[in-house]
Protein backbone atom coordinates (compact mmCIF):
# COMPACT_ATOMS: atom_id res chain seq x y z
CA UNK A 1 0.00 0.00 0.00
CA UNK A 2 1.64 3.45 -1.01
CA UNK A 3 1.96 6.10 1.49
CA UNK A 4 -0.77 7.82 -0.27
CA UNK A 5 -3.30 5.24 0.09
CA UNK A 6 -2.23 3.88 3.81
CA UNK A 7 -2.81 8.21 4.62
CA UNK A 8 -6.52 7.87 2.92
CA UNK A 9 -7.73 4.88 4.55
CA UNK A 10 -6.22 5.72 7.98
CA UNK A 11 -8.28 9.38 8.27
CA UNK A 12 -11.23 7.50 6.91
CA UNK A 13 -11.04 5.20 10.10
CA UNK A 14 -10.67 7.90 12.20
CA UNK A 15 -13.77 10.19 11.01
CA UNK A 16 -16.07 7.29 11.46
CA UNK A 17 -15.01 6.90 14.81
CA UNK A 18 -15.29 11.05 15.40
CA UNK A 19 -18.79 10.89 13.73
CA UNK A 20 -19.69 8.27 16.15
CA UNK A 21 -20.21 11.02 18.57
CA UNK A 22 -20.26 14.36 16.73
CA UNK A 23 -22.89 16.49 17.46
CA UNK A 24 -24.47 19.11 14.86
CA UNK A 25 -21.70 21.63 15.31
CA UNK A 26 -18.95 19.18 14.72
CA UNK A 27 -20.99 18.06 11.79
CA UNK A 28 -21.73 20.91 9.97
CA UNK A 29 -17.88 22.48 10.01
CA UNK A 30 -17.26 18.82 8.65
CA UNK A 31 -19.18 20.10 5.88
CA UNK A 32 -18.45 23.69 5.63
CA UNK A 33 -14.90 22.09 5.40
CA UNK A 34 -15.33 20.22 2.32
CA UNK A 35 -17.45 22.73 0.79
CA UNK A 36 -14.50 25.51 1.20
CA UNK A 37 -12.64 24.11 -1.27
CA UNK A 38 -15.17 23.61 -4.52
CA UNK A 39 -14.84 25.76 -7.30
CA UNK A 40 -16.29 29.16 -6.76
CA UNK A 41 -14.92 32.53 -7.84
CA UNK A 42 -11.58 30.88 -7.29
CA UNK A 43 -11.29 27.40 -9.15
CA UNK A 44 -10.59 24.10 -6.50
CA UNK A 45 -6.82 24.16 -8.03
CA UNK A 46 -6.20 27.67 -6.61
CA UNK A 47 -8.36 26.63 -2.74
CA UNK A 48 -6.10 23.70 -2.27
CA UNK A 49 -2.48 25.33 -2.97
CA UNK A 50 -4.17 27.92 -0.16
CA UNK A 51 -5.29 24.58 2.27
CA UNK A 52 -1.76 23.66 1.45
CA UNK A 53 0.03 26.75 2.18
CA UNK A 54 -2.01 27.59 5.17
CA UNK A 55 -1.63 23.99 6.54
CA UNK A 56 2.22 24.42 6.06
CA UNK A 57 2.78 27.69 8.04
CA UNK A 58 0.42 26.06 11.32
CA UNK A 59 2.60 23.39 10.91
CA UNK A 60 0.02 20.22 10.85
CA UNK A 61 1.41 17.54 8.85
CA UNK A 62 -1.98 15.59 8.47
CA UNK A 63 -3.38 18.54 6.88
CA UNK A 64 -0.19 19.19 4.73
CA UNK A 65 -0.67 15.73 3.50
CA UNK A 66 -4.26 15.88 2.81
CA UNK A 67 -3.69 19.01 0.34
CA UNK A 68 -0.97 17.17 -1.31
CA UNK A 69 -3.29 14.98 -1.98
CA UNK A 70 -5.47 17.42 -2.95
CA UNK A 71 -2.55 19.18 -5.33
CA UNK A 72 -2.04 15.85 -6.79
CA UNK A 73 -5.49 15.37 -8.30
CA UNK A 74 -5.32 18.76 -9.56
CA UNK A 75 -2.10 17.89 -11.16
CA UNK A 76 0.01 20.35 -9.34
CA UNK A 77 3.76 20.38 -11.26
CA UNK A 78 6.52 19.84 -9.10
CA UNK A 79 7.79 23.56 -9.97
CA UNK A 80 4.25 24.66 -8.51
CA UNK A 81 4.97 22.82 -5.78
CA UNK A 82 8.25 24.08 -4.72
CA UNK A 83 6.54 28.02 -5.15
CA UNK A 84 3.99 27.00 -2.73
CA UNK A 85 6.33 25.79 -0.15
CA UNK A 86 8.44 28.67 -0.75
CA UNK A 87 5.73 31.10 -0.13
CA UNK A 88 5.47 28.83 3.12
CA UNK A 89 9.15 28.44 4.14
CA UNK A 90 9.47 32.59 3.81
CA UNK A 91 6.10 33.31 5.68
CA UNK A 92 6.74 30.96 8.46
CA UNK A 93 10.44 30.14 8.52
CA UNK A 94 12.84 27.44 9.42
CA UNK A 95 10.24 26.17 12.04
CA UNK A 96 8.66 25.09 8.93
CA UNK A 97 11.60 22.84 7.42
CA UNK A 98 10.93 19.68 8.89
CA UNK A 99 7.43 19.81 7.65
CA UNK A 100 8.60 20.96 3.77
CA UNK A 101 10.91 18.01 4.30
CA UNK A 102 8.19 14.98 5.35
CA UNK A 103 5.80 16.64 2.51
CA UNK A 104 8.45 16.48 0.41
CA UNK A 105 9.00 13.19 0.28
CA UNK A 106 5.76 12.14 0.25
CA UNK A 107 5.56 14.27 -2.94
CA UNK A 108 7.99 12.64 -4.60
CA UNK A 109 6.89 8.87 -3.79
CA UNK A 110 3.24 9.69 -4.98
CA UNK A 111 3.22 12.12 -7.56
CA UNK B 1 -1.74 -2.49 27.59
CA UNK B 2 -4.16 -0.45 26.82
CA UNK B 3 -3.54 3.15 25.05
CA UNK B 4 -4.18 4.70 28.04
CA UNK B 5 -1.82 2.58 30.43
CA UNK B 6 0.80 2.89 27.81
CA UNK B 7 0.52 6.67 27.59
CA UNK B 8 0.72 7.34 31.32
CA UNK B 9 3.60 5.07 31.83
CA UNK B 10 6.00 6.65 29.10
CA UNK B 11 5.22 9.88 30.65
CA UNK B 12 5.89 8.94 33.99
CA UNK B 13 9.33 7.20 32.87
CA UNK B 14 10.22 10.66 30.85
CA UNK B 15 9.38 12.62 33.73
CA UNK B 16 11.63 11.10 35.59
CA UNK B 17 14.42 11.66 33.40
CA UNK B 18 13.26 14.93 33.55
CA UNK B 19 13.66 15.51 37.57
CA UNK B 20 16.89 14.35 37.27
CA UNK B 21 18.02 17.58 35.55
CA UNK B 22 15.42 19.93 36.74
CA UNK B 23 16.57 22.47 38.77
CA UNK B 24 14.27 24.68 40.98
CA UNK B 25 12.21 26.60 38.34
CA UNK B 26 11.25 23.57 36.18
CA UNK B 27 10.54 21.61 40.00
CA UNK B 28 8.11 24.65 41.05
CA UNK B 29 6.99 24.92 37.77
CA UNK B 30 5.55 21.17 37.84
CA UNK B 31 3.94 21.99 41.05
CA UNK B 32 2.49 24.70 39.84
CA UNK B 33 0.81 22.63 36.63
CA UNK B 34 -0.18 20.19 39.12
CA UNK B 35 -2.11 22.42 41.85
CA UNK B 36 -3.85 24.47 38.80
CA UNK B 37 -6.09 21.75 37.95
CA UNK B 38 -7.67 21.28 41.92
CA UNK B 39 -10.63 21.67 43.61
CA UNK B 40 -11.08 25.86 44.20
CA UNK B 41 -13.40 28.42 43.30
CA UNK B 42 -14.44 26.19 40.39
CA UNK B 43 -14.56 22.26 40.15
CA UNK B 44 -11.68 20.39 39.42
CA UNK B 45 -13.92 18.61 36.65
CA UNK B 46 -14.22 21.98 35.14
CA UNK B 47 -10.85 22.83 35.43
CA UNK B 48 -9.92 19.95 32.93
CA UNK B 49 -12.09 21.02 30.96
CA UNK B 50 -10.26 24.15 30.41
CA UNK B 51 -7.19 22.39 30.30
CA UNK B 52 -8.46 19.96 27.48
CA UNK B 53 -9.82 22.73 25.35
CA UNK B 54 -6.54 25.17 25.99
CA UNK B 55 -4.49 21.56 24.87
CA UNK B 56 -6.72 21.13 21.75
CA UNK B 57 -6.46 24.69 20.65
CA UNK B 58 -2.80 24.64 20.92
CA UNK B 59 -3.07 21.38 19.32
CA UNK B 60 -0.47 19.05 21.77
CA UNK B 61 -1.56 15.50 20.95
CA UNK B 62 0.06 14.46 24.57
CA UNK B 63 -1.11 17.48 26.54
CA UNK B 64 -5.11 16.47 25.22
CA UNK B 65 -4.41 12.72 25.94
CA UNK B 66 -3.12 14.10 29.58
CA UNK B 67 -6.34 16.26 30.20
CA UNK B 68 -8.60 13.66 28.36
CA UNK B 69 -7.17 10.61 30.83
CA UNK B 70 -8.37 13.18 33.73
CA UNK B 71 -11.92 13.95 31.79
CA UNK B 72 -12.42 10.40 32.00
CA UNK B 73 -11.74 10.36 36.22
CA UNK B 74 -14.24 12.83 36.05
CA UNK B 75 -17.00 11.23 34.88
CA UNK B 76 -17.17 13.38 31.68
CA UNK B 77 -20.02 12.36 29.25
CA UNK B 78 -19.79 11.15 25.79
CA UNK B 79 -22.03 14.48 25.08
CA UNK B 80 -19.89 16.90 26.93
CA UNK B 81 -16.63 15.56 25.54
CA UNK B 82 -18.43 16.30 22.30
CA UNK B 83 -19.06 19.60 23.43
CA UNK B 84 -15.58 20.67 24.78
CA UNK B 85 -13.91 19.22 20.86
CA UNK B 86 -16.87 21.23 19.34
CA UNK B 87 -15.65 24.52 21.00
CA UNK B 88 -12.11 23.95 20.43
CA UNK B 89 -12.81 23.07 16.32
CA UNK B 90 -14.46 26.77 16.38
CA UNK B 91 -12.26 28.57 18.02
CA UNK B 92 -9.24 26.73 16.51
CA UNK B 93 -10.68 25.68 12.74
CA UNK B 94 -10.03 22.70 10.89
CA UNK B 95 -6.28 22.64 11.46
CA UNK B 96 -7.48 21.39 15.03
CA UNK B 97 -9.47 18.04 13.08
CA UNK B 98 -6.36 15.44 13.09
CA UNK B 99 -6.29 16.27 16.96
CA UNK B 100 -9.62 15.62 17.58
CA UNK B 101 -9.35 12.29 15.05
CA UNK B 102 -6.72 11.23 17.80
CA UNK B 103 -8.46 12.49 20.43
CA UNK B 104 -11.64 10.96 20.04
CA UNK B 105 -10.07 7.53 18.89
CA UNK B 106 -8.51 7.66 22.59
CA UNK B 107 -11.81 8.39 24.33
CA UNK B 108 -13.20 5.45 22.40
CA UNK B 109 -10.94 3.08 23.20
CA UNK B 110 -10.89 4.08 27.02
CA UNK B 111 -13.76 5.36 28.43
CA UNK C 1 -18.85 55.12 26.78
CA UNK C 2 -17.50 52.12 28.62
CA UNK C 3 -14.75 50.22 27.51
CA UNK C 4 -17.76 47.43 27.50
CA UNK C 5 -20.08 49.40 25.49
CA UNK C 6 -17.13 50.47 23.17
CA UNK C 7 -15.83 47.18 22.34
CA UNK C 8 -19.56 46.01 21.52
CA UNK C 9 -20.23 48.94 18.86
CA UNK C 10 -17.10 48.65 17.12
CA UNK C 11 -17.57 44.67 16.99
CA UNK C 12 -21.19 45.47 15.77
CA UNK C 13 -19.83 48.44 13.20
CA UNK C 14 -17.33 45.83 12.00
CA UNK C 15 -19.39 42.64 11.37
CA UNK C 16 -21.82 45.04 9.68
CA UNK C 17 -19.13 45.60 6.62
CA UNK C 18 -17.96 41.68 7.11
CA UNK C 19 -21.14 40.91 6.35
CA UNK C 20 -21.28 43.02 3.39
CA UNK C 21 -18.88 40.77 2.02
CA UNK C 22 -19.61 37.65 2.95
CA UNK C 23 -20.64 34.46 0.67
CA UNK C 24 -22.54 31.02 2.37
CA UNK C 25 -19.14 29.89 4.40
CA UNK C 26 -18.60 32.73 6.29
CA UNK C 27 -22.31 33.17 7.18
CA UNK C 28 -22.82 30.03 8.21
CA UNK C 29 -19.19 29.58 10.15
CA UNK C 30 -20.80 33.28 11.90
CA UNK C 31 -24.10 30.93 12.49
CA UNK C 32 -21.96 27.73 14.19
CA UNK C 33 -19.68 30.10 16.12
CA UNK C 34 -23.38 31.73 18.01
CA UNK C 35 -24.77 28.30 18.18
CA UNK C 36 -21.25 26.14 19.73
CA UNK C 37 -21.41 28.32 23.02
CA UNK C 38 -25.55 27.53 23.84
CA UNK C 39 -26.85 25.50 26.91
CA UNK C 40 -26.50 21.82 25.48
CA UNK C 41 -24.75 18.87 27.92
CA UNK C 42 -22.87 21.51 29.13
CA UNK C 43 -24.15 25.10 30.23
CA UNK C 44 -24.01 28.12 28.00
CA UNK C 45 -21.81 29.49 31.57
CA UNK C 46 -18.91 26.71 31.32
CA UNK C 47 -18.75 27.23 27.21
CA UNK C 48 -17.96 30.74 27.83
CA UNK C 49 -14.69 29.63 30.27
CA UNK C 50 -14.07 27.33 27.66
CA UNK C 51 -14.05 29.84 25.31
CA UNK C 52 -12.26 32.52 27.29
CA UNK C 53 -9.23 30.07 27.97
CA UNK C 54 -9.09 28.92 24.60
CA UNK C 55 -8.66 32.31 23.89
CA UNK C 56 -6.14 33.72 26.07
CA UNK C 57 -4.11 30.81 25.15
CA UNK C 58 -4.05 31.47 21.81
CA UNK C 59 -3.75 35.28 22.63
CA UNK C 60 -6.33 36.92 20.89
CA UNK C 61 -7.77 39.97 23.07
CA UNK C 62 -11.05 40.39 21.09
CA UNK C 63 -11.90 37.18 21.31
CA UNK C 64 -10.90 37.68 25.38
CA UNK C 65 -12.77 40.76 25.92
CA UNK C 66 -15.69 39.25 23.77
CA UNK C 67 -16.02 35.99 26.30
CA UNK C 68 -15.23 38.01 29.36
CA UNK C 69 -18.04 40.26 28.11
CA UNK C 70 -20.28 37.02 28.20
CA UNK C 71 -18.84 35.71 31.34
CA UNK C 72 -20.03 39.05 33.13
CA UNK C 73 -23.15 38.42 32.20
CA UNK C 74 -22.74 34.52 33.44
CA UNK C 75 -22.37 36.26 36.80
CA UNK C 76 -19.10 34.48 36.56
CA UNK C 77 -17.08 35.64 39.87
CA UNK C 78 -13.88 37.33 40.58
CA UNK C 79 -12.12 34.27 41.91
CA UNK C 80 -13.64 32.18 39.12
CA UNK C 81 -11.38 34.65 36.65
CA UNK C 82 -8.66 34.64 38.50
CA UNK C 83 -8.63 30.65 38.40
CA UNK C 84 -9.59 30.84 34.37
CA UNK C 85 -6.65 32.78 33.95
CA UNK C 86 -4.53 30.96 35.67
CA UNK C 87 -5.19 27.61 33.85
CA UNK C 88 -4.58 29.59 30.77
CA UNK C 89 -0.95 31.04 32.21
CA UNK C 90 -0.32 27.76 33.82
CA UNK C 91 -0.71 26.46 30.04
CA UNK C 92 0.27 29.23 27.92
CA UNK C 93 3.16 30.75 29.47
CA UNK C 94 4.74 34.12 30.47
CA UNK C 95 3.92 34.89 26.94
CA UNK C 96 0.06 35.40 28.16
CA UNK C 97 0.65 37.95 30.58
CA UNK C 98 0.06 41.15 28.41
CA UNK C 99 -3.40 39.57 27.57
CA UNK C 100 -4.18 38.66 30.87
CA UNK C 101 -3.05 42.35 31.98
CA UNK C 102 -5.23 43.79 29.31
CA UNK C 103 -8.14 41.61 29.99
CA UNK C 104 -8.10 41.55 33.88
CA UNK C 105 -8.33 45.71 33.56
CA UNK C 106 -11.01 45.48 31.35
CA UNK C 107 -12.79 43.12 34.44
CA UNK C 108 -11.40 45.68 36.54
CA UNK C 109 -13.25 48.36 34.42
CA UNK C 110 -16.56 46.61 33.27
CA UNK C 111 -17.69 44.30 36.31
CA UNK D 1 -4.15 60.32 3.20
CA UNK D 2 -6.32 56.88 3.05
CA UNK D 3 -5.17 54.13 4.93
CA UNK D 4 -3.60 52.51 2.30
CA UNK D 5 -1.32 56.15 2.18
CA UNK D 6 -0.68 55.59 5.48
CA UNK D 7 0.48 51.95 6.18
CA UNK D 8 2.72 52.09 2.99
CA UNK D 9 4.24 55.48 4.37
CA UNK D 10 4.78 53.54 8.52
CA UNK D 11 5.74 50.81 6.86
CA UNK D 12 8.58 52.48 4.62
CA UNK D 13 9.84 54.77 7.79
CA UNK D 14 10.28 51.59 10.00
CA UNK D 15 12.00 50.06 7.22
CA UNK D 16 14.75 52.75 7.06
CA UNK D 17 15.15 52.37 10.36
CA UNK D 18 15.75 48.42 10.26
CA UNK D 19 17.83 48.71 7.21
CA UNK D 20 19.97 51.30 9.62
CA UNK D 21 20.92 48.12 11.92
CA UNK D 22 20.72 44.78 9.78
CA UNK D 23 23.49 43.21 8.79
CA UNK D 24 23.94 40.50 5.89
CA UNK D 25 21.23 37.89 7.13
CA UNK D 26 18.37 40.17 7.62
CA UNK D 27 19.31 42.11 4.52
CA UNK D 28 19.45 39.29 2.29
CA UNK D 29 16.13 37.42 3.74
CA UNK D 30 14.36 40.88 3.18
CA UNK D 31 15.64 40.30 -0.75
CA UNK D 32 14.33 37.08 -0.85
CA UNK D 33 10.56 37.81 0.60
CA UNK D 34 10.45 40.45 -1.93
CA UNK D 35 11.42 37.56 -4.58
CA UNK D 36 9.59 34.94 -3.64
CA UNK D 37 6.34 36.90 -4.54
CA UNK D 38 7.09 37.39 -8.56
CA UNK D 39 5.58 35.78 -11.36
CA UNK D 40 7.27 32.13 -11.66
CA UNK D 41 5.45 28.71 -12.29
CA UNK D 42 2.80 30.45 -10.64
CA UNK D 43 1.61 33.74 -11.13
CA UNK D 44 2.35 37.00 -8.81
CA UNK D 45 -1.29 37.20 -8.26
CA UNK D 46 -2.07 33.60 -6.58
CA UNK D 47 1.04 34.11 -4.95
CA UNK D 48 -0.15 37.26 -3.35
CA UNK D 49 -3.16 35.33 -2.45
CA UNK D 50 -1.39 32.57 -1.10
CA UNK D 51 0.88 35.19 1.39
CA UNK D 52 -2.42 36.41 2.19
CA UNK D 53 -4.06 33.23 3.48
CA UNK D 54 -0.71 32.41 5.28
CA UNK D 55 -0.91 35.84 6.85
CA UNK D 56 -4.62 35.08 8.11
CA UNK D 57 -3.76 31.87 9.76
CA UNK D 58 -1.09 33.07 11.50
CA UNK D 59 -2.82 36.17 12.69
CA UNK D 60 -0.84 39.13 11.45
CA UNK D 61 -2.69 42.03 10.72
CA UNK D 62 0.38 44.19 9.12
CA UNK D 63 0.99 41.01 7.39
CA UNK D 64 -2.77 40.82 6.27
CA UNK D 65 -2.73 44.71 5.62
CA UNK D 66 0.23 44.09 3.19
CA UNK D 67 -1.27 41.03 0.75
CA UNK D 68 -4.16 43.29 0.42
CA UNK D 69 -2.85 46.13 -0.89
CA UNK D 70 -0.79 43.75 -3.47
CA UNK D 71 -4.14 41.91 -4.24
CA UNK D 72 -5.77 45.42 -5.15
CA UNK D 73 -3.21 45.85 -7.22
CA UNK D 74 -3.25 42.30 -9.10
CA UNK D 75 -7.09 42.88 -9.20
CA UNK D 76 -9.01 40.58 -7.08
CA UNK D 77 -12.49 40.84 -7.00
CA UNK D 78 -15.00 40.63 -3.90
CA UNK D 79 -15.49 37.29 -4.29
CA UNK D 80 -12.54 36.31 -4.63
CA UNK D 81 -11.52 37.94 -1.55
CA UNK D 82 -14.09 36.93 0.37
CA UNK D 83 -13.03 32.74 -0.76
CA UNK D 84 -9.55 33.59 0.02
CA UNK D 85 -10.99 34.93 3.64
CA UNK D 86 -13.15 31.37 4.07
CA UNK D 87 -10.08 29.55 3.62
CA UNK D 88 -8.06 31.03 6.46
CA UNK D 89 -11.67 31.14 8.44
CA UNK D 90 -12.51 27.21 7.99
CA UNK D 91 -8.59 26.36 8.14
CA UNK D 92 -7.87 29.18 11.28
CA UNK D 93 -11.40 28.85 12.78
CA UNK D 94 -12.80 31.85 15.12
CA UNK D 95 -9.74 33.37 16.16
CA UNK D 96 -8.83 35.52 13.10
CA UNK D 97 -12.48 36.47 13.02
CA UNK D 98 -11.09 39.95 14.14
CA UNK D 99 -8.46 39.93 12.00
CA UNK D 100 -11.13 39.12 9.48
CA UNK D 101 -12.99 42.04 10.69
CA UNK D 102 -10.16 44.89 9.85
CA UNK D 103 -8.98 43.23 7.04
CA UNK D 104 -12.43 43.31 4.97
CA UNK D 105 -13.14 47.20 6.63
CA UNK D 106 -9.14 47.87 4.91
CA UNK D 107 -10.06 46.08 1.59
CA UNK D 108 -14.09 48.07 2.15
CA UNK D 109 -12.42 51.62 2.19
CA UNK D 110 -9.30 51.12 -0.54
CA UNK D 111 -10.76 48.68 -3.18
CA UNK E 1 8.56 60.81 28.97
CA UNK E 2 10.24 58.09 26.69
CA UNK E 3 8.38 55.51 24.83
CA UNK E 4 10.58 53.02 27.46
CA UNK E 5 9.41 55.08 30.71
CA UNK E 6 6.13 55.10 29.44
CA UNK E 7 6.52 51.16 28.79
CA UNK E 8 7.46 50.57 32.07
CA UNK E 9 4.77 52.71 33.78
CA UNK E 10 1.91 51.15 31.75
CA UNK E 11 3.08 47.61 32.35
CA UNK E 12 3.60 48.67 36.34
CA UNK E 13 -0.15 50.08 36.21
CA UNK E 14 -1.59 46.92 34.78
CA UNK E 15 0.95 44.90 37.33
CA UNK E 16 -1.44 46.47 40.28
CA UNK E 17 -4.34 45.42 38.91
CA UNK E 18 -3.21 41.79 38.15
CA UNK E 19 -2.36 41.64 41.80
CA UNK E 20 -5.75 42.45 42.86
CA UNK E 21 -7.16 39.61 41.83
CA UNK E 22 -4.20 37.44 41.37
CA UNK E 23 -4.23 33.97 43.77
CA UNK E 24 -1.88 31.84 44.85
CA UNK E 25 -1.11 30.16 41.43
CA UNK E 26 -0.54 33.96 39.79
CA UNK E 27 1.40 34.74 42.59
CA UNK E 28 3.90 31.95 42.10
CA UNK E 29 4.12 31.80 38.88
CA UNK E 30 5.11 35.98 38.51
CA UNK E 31 8.26 35.07 41.09
CA UNK E 32 9.11 32.12 38.66
CA UNK E 33 9.26 34.61 36.02
CA UNK E 34 11.13 37.29 37.47
CA UNK E 35 13.65 34.28 38.84
CA UNK E 36 14.05 31.92 35.29
CA UNK E 37 16.21 35.07 34.09
CA UNK E 38 18.92 35.73 37.01
CA UNK E 39 22.11 34.91 36.86
CA UNK E 40 22.89 30.94 37.38
CA UNK E 41 24.88 28.81 35.18
CA UNK E 42 23.92 30.71 32.27
CA UNK E 43 24.07 34.96 32.86
CA UNK E 44 21.26 37.17 33.32
CA UNK E 45 22.35 38.73 29.96
CA UNK E 46 22.57 35.25 27.66
CA UNK E 47 19.03 34.48 29.77
CA UNK E 48 17.74 37.72 28.52
CA UNK E 49 18.86 37.21 24.98
CA UNK E 50 16.97 33.69 24.89
CA UNK E 51 14.15 35.73 26.55
CA UNK E 52 13.70 38.23 23.81
CA UNK E 53 14.14 35.54 20.74
CA UNK E 54 11.77 33.33 22.50
CA UNK E 55 9.35 36.57 22.23
CA UNK E 56 10.03 37.37 19.03
CA UNK E 57 9.30 33.78 17.88
CA UNK E 58 6.33 33.56 19.37
CA UNK E 59 5.63 37.56 18.57
CA UNK E 60 4.69 39.24 21.46
CA UNK E 61 5.16 43.17 21.25
CA UNK E 62 4.96 43.99 25.04
CA UNK E 63 6.83 40.54 25.99
CA UNK E 64 9.72 41.81 22.79
CA UNK E 65 9.50 45.36 24.63
CA UNK E 66 10.46 44.09 28.13
CA UNK E 67 13.07 42.12 26.88
CA UNK E 68 14.66 44.96 24.88
CA UNK E 69 14.54 47.21 27.85
CA UNK E 70 16.84 44.22 29.79
CA UNK E 71 19.17 43.65 27.15
CA UNK E 72 19.66 47.52 27.48
CA UNK E 73 20.72 47.35 30.79
CA UNK E 74 23.01 44.72 30.08
CA UNK E 75 24.72 46.38 27.70
CA UNK E 76 24.18 44.34 24.29
CA UNK E 77 25.41 46.16 21.58
CA UNK E 78 23.65 47.05 18.31
CA UNK E 79 25.70 44.21 16.05
CA UNK E 80 24.40 41.62 18.71
CA UNK E 81 20.55 42.96 18.80
CA UNK E 82 20.71 42.16 14.72
CA UNK E 83 22.07 38.82 15.29
CA UNK E 84 19.43 38.53 18.15
CA UNK E 85 16.79 39.58 15.71
CA UNK E 86 18.56 37.73 12.57
CA UNK E 87 17.84 33.92 14.48
CA UNK E 88 14.43 35.11 15.22
CA UNK E 89 13.73 36.23 11.66
CA UNK E 90 15.19 32.84 9.96
CA UNK E 91 13.38 30.46 12.55
CA UNK E 92 10.08 32.36 12.73
CA UNK E 93 10.45 33.81 9.16
CA UNK E 94 8.47 36.90 7.67
CA UNK E 95 5.75 37.15 9.74
CA UNK E 96 7.82 38.18 12.60
CA UNK E 97 9.37 41.32 10.11
CA UNK E 98 6.22 43.97 11.65
CA UNK E 99 7.54 42.76 15.74
CA UNK E 100 11.28 43.28 14.06
CA UNK E 101 10.13 46.76 12.65
CA UNK E 102 8.48 47.80 16.01
CA UNK E 103 10.76 46.45 18.16
CA UNK E 104 14.31 48.21 16.49
CA UNK E 105 12.00 50.99 16.77
CA UNK E 106 12.21 51.28 19.74
CA UNK E 107 15.98 50.45 20.22
CA UNK E 108 16.54 52.80 18.25
CA UNK E 109 14.82 55.25 20.00
CA UNK E 110 16.04 54.31 23.57
CA UNK E 111 20.02 53.06 23.60
CA UNK F 1 22.86 3.40 15.52
CA UNK F 2 22.40 6.02 18.74
CA UNK F 3 19.46 8.42 18.38
CA UNK F 4 21.57 11.37 17.85
CA UNK F 5 23.21 9.18 14.19
CA UNK F 6 19.71 8.37 13.42
CA UNK F 7 18.33 11.66 13.45
CA UNK F 8 21.52 13.00 11.93
CA UNK F 9 20.66 10.30 8.93
CA UNK F 10 17.47 10.80 8.44
CA UNK F 11 17.29 14.41 8.66
CA UNK F 12 20.35 13.97 5.29
CA UNK F 13 18.40 11.67 3.21
CA UNK F 14 15.32 14.21 3.29
CA UNK F 15 17.29 17.27 2.71
CA UNK F 16 18.36 15.37 -0.35
CA UNK F 17 15.20 14.81 -1.89
CA UNK F 18 14.25 18.81 -0.55
CA UNK F 19 17.02 19.56 -2.69
CA UNK F 20 15.72 17.66 -5.58
CA UNK F 21 13.12 20.38 -6.14
CA UNK F 22 14.16 22.97 -4.39
CA UNK F 23 13.84 26.28 -6.57
CA UNK F 24 16.29 29.75 -5.92
CA UNK F 25 14.35 30.73 -2.61
CA UNK F 26 15.03 27.62 -1.04
CA UNK F 27 18.27 26.88 -1.58
CA UNK F 28 19.26 30.41 -0.55
CA UNK F 29 16.46 30.33 2.61
CA UNK F 30 18.70 27.00 3.26
CA UNK F 31 22.27 29.16 3.40
CA UNK F 32 20.92 31.85 5.28
CA UNK F 33 19.93 29.03 8.03
CA UNK F 34 23.44 28.15 8.18
CA UNK F 35 25.37 30.64 8.59
CA UNK F 36 23.13 32.64 10.69
CA UNK F 37 23.97 30.59 13.57
CA UNK F 38 28.11 30.93 12.90
CA UNK F 39 30.20 32.67 15.06
CA UNK F 40 29.84 37.14 14.69
CA UNK F 41 29.17 39.40 17.48
CA UNK F 42 27.46 36.18 18.97
CA UNK F 43 29.07 33.14 19.46
CA UNK F 44 27.80 30.10 17.62
CA UNK F 45 27.46 28.69 20.94
CA UNK F 46 25.50 31.28 22.23
CA UNK F 47 23.39 31.37 18.96
CA UNK F 48 22.71 27.80 19.05
CA UNK F 49 21.17 28.50 22.60
CA UNK F 50 19.09 30.99 20.77
CA UNK F 51 18.18 28.68 17.93
CA UNK F 52 16.96 25.75 20.97
CA UNK F 53 14.52 28.18 23.22
CA UNK F 54 13.13 29.51 20.03
CA UNK F 55 12.26 26.07 18.83
CA UNK F 56 11.50 24.99 22.35
CA UNK F 57 8.11 27.71 22.39
CA UNK F 58 7.20 27.02 18.85
CA UNK F 59 7.11 23.60 20.08
CA UNK F 60 9.11 21.44 16.66
CA UNK F 61 10.75 18.58 17.87
CA UNK F 62 13.17 18.47 15.04
CA UNK F 63 14.32 21.45 15.84
CA UNK F 64 15.25 20.96 19.30
CA UNK F 65 17.09 17.84 18.30
CA UNK F 66 18.71 19.76 15.69
CA UNK F 67 20.18 22.39 17.99
CA UNK F 68 20.82 20.09 21.09
CA UNK F 69 23.15 18.29 18.80
CA UNK F 70 24.52 21.31 18.03
CA UNK F 71 24.89 22.66 21.76
CA UNK F 72 26.17 19.12 22.25
CA UNK F 73 29.39 20.16 20.50
CA UNK F 74 29.43 23.15 21.73
CA UNK F 75 29.96 21.63 25.32
CA UNK F 76 26.88 22.99 27.09
CA UNK F 77 26.24 21.43 30.64
CA UNK F 78 23.73 19.86 32.24
CA UNK F 79 23.09 23.08 34.15
CA UNK F 80 23.04 25.31 31.45
CA UNK F 81 20.62 23.02 29.64
CA UNK F 82 18.58 22.40 32.45
CA UNK F 83 18.18 26.67 32.16
CA UNK F 84 17.62 27.39 29.04
CA UNK F 85 14.44 24.72 29.04
CA UNK F 86 13.56 26.72 32.33
CA UNK F 87 13.16 30.10 29.82
CA UNK F 88 11.42 28.14 27.30
CA UNK F 89 9.27 26.49 29.45
CA UNK F 90 8.34 29.96 31.66
CA UNK F 91 7.79 31.62 28.07
CA UNK F 92 5.80 28.84 26.54
CA UNK F 93 3.89 26.96 29.89
CA UNK F 94 2.97 23.67 30.22
CA UNK F 95 2.70 23.58 26.10
CA UNK F 96 6.10 22.98 26.24
CA UNK F 97 6.36 19.97 28.86
CA UNK F 98 5.71 17.16 26.08
CA UNK F 99 8.79 18.41 24.07
CA UNK F 100 11.48 19.40 27.23
CA UNK F 101 10.38 15.39 27.87
CA UNK F 102 11.79 14.09 24.76
CA UNK F 103 14.42 16.54 24.49
CA UNK F 104 15.69 15.54 27.62
CA UNK F 105 15.62 11.94 26.74
CA UNK F 106 17.77 12.63 23.77
CA UNK F 107 20.30 14.80 25.86
CA UNK F 108 20.67 11.99 28.60
CA UNK F 109 21.03 9.45 25.74
CA UNK F 110 23.91 11.18 23.68
CA UNK F 111 25.63 13.77 26.16
Redesign the interface.
Known amino acids: MSSREEFRKE?EQ??E??M???????K??FN??T???KD???SAR??E???L???????????ITYHMNQCLEENI??????????????????????H???A??F??ENK
Chains 1, 2, 3, 4, 5, 6 share one sequence.
Request: one cysteine or more.
Open positions: RLNIVQYAGKTTRFLDNVYGALTKMLGVASLVLRCDDCSDEEMDEIMSVGLIVGGSITIPIRRIKWD
